[in-house]
């Protein structure tokens, strides 16, 4: 990822997550939404802690909202 900057990702994110949450609404499972809402739930916990592991939290949520947008097979 040579030359990549912030801004860079920023940007690229800004396109990449509101497409992938309108993807999530189409397809998303009860499973799939008792599944974010304890990320959530488990992201805010650490928040109000005040821990760095707040962002591999928030990552592991980012995933599982790549995953749950995923075509179904």
Do not use: I
């Amino acid at each position: 990822m040579s030359g990549t900057t912030l801004a860079g990702v920023y940007e690229a994110r800004q396109v990449f997550e509101p497409a992938a949450a309108e993807l999530l609404v189409r397809r998303v499972t009860p499973e799939d939404v008792a599944d974010l809402k304890d990320a959530a739930g488990a992201l805010a916990a650490l928040v109000n802690e005040g821990t760095e592991r707040v962002v591999n939290e928030g990552r592991a949520g980012r995933k599982m909202l790549w995953v749950s947008s995923a075509p179904r097979r």
